[in-house]
């Protein structure tokens, strides 16, 4: 049974950088595109992007310009880095491994890490 | 960018009653792309239905997607006490985007 487990500081300040680790157990990297998804308060959810083995990746146009999704495969894991963050990026961040045959979808999540900006 | 658009914003049904929810995107969607999601207080959602009709592992069969274009549907036959939560819509194309999600709470 695949399982992500994710992990990362949940204060920053204005300005700093967001990083998050998403280890997945039960299961290869290989094969599929592994996600991260956020959901601001209130708001709708946000894909932010996502990476392969090959380490081809993906990123929404409007946060391009602050994110670097990594992969590790010696340890199973997947890395998302936001810099300069504001308020507008408080939300509960989720990595997802994506099937990206036919049909896409989301297949399994892990359990969200809640991430507020303040000064 | 596809925007998805749920309805209604709140469902207000008992036990035993058939739940309608709609999705619409502001472009047509593959009906490959078109995924719903449950999603209960504090965890993550829960893939329920993929391929606009497909059930996800484990799903109970009371669960039903349909649709294709720009209009797509998804009902719960018999609402179960498990099932009031929060249901998105979401397509999967090269740049994915999210519904705002409807909730089904209890009557």
């Known amino acids: 049974q695949v399982q992500l487990q994710q992990w990362g500081a949940g204060l920053l300040k204005p300005s700093e950088t967001l990083s998050l680790t998403c280890a997945v157990s039960g299961g290869s990297l290989s094969g599929y595109y592994w996600s991260w998804i956020r959901q601001p308060p209130g708001r709708r959810l946000e894909w932010i992007g996502d990476?392969?083995?090959?380490?081809?990746?993906n990123y929404n146009p409007s946060l391009k310009r602050r994110i670097t999704i990594t992969l590790d495969t010696s340890e199973n894991q997947f890395s998302l880095k936001m810099t300069s963050v504001t308020a507008a990026d408080t939300a509960v961040y989720y990595c997802?491994?994506?099937?990206?045959?036919?049909?896409?979808?989301?297949?399994?999540w892990g359990q969200g890490t809640l991430v507020t900006v303040s000064s | 960018e596809v925007v998805l658009t749920q309805s209604p914003d709140t469902l207000s049904l008992s036990p035993g009653e058939r739940a309608t929810l709609s999705c619409r995107a502001s472009h047509v969607v593959s009906r490959n792309y078109l995924v719903w999601y449950q999603q209960k207080p504090g965890q993550a959602p829960r893939l329920l239905i993929y391929?606009?009709?497909n059930r996800a592992t484990g799903i109970p069969d009371r669960f039903s997607g349909s649709g294709s274009g720009t209009d797509f549907t998804l009902t719960i036959s018999r609402l179960e006490p498990e099932d009031f939560a929060v249901y998105t819509c979401q397509q999967s194309g090269d740049s994915p985007t999210f519904g705002q999600g409807t909730k089904v709470e209890i009557k």
């Open positions: 391929g606009a009709s």
């Open positions: 990476i392969n083995h090959s380490r081809n990746t």
């Open positions: 997802a491994r994506k099937y990206s045959g036919y049909a896409r979808r989301l297949d399994h």
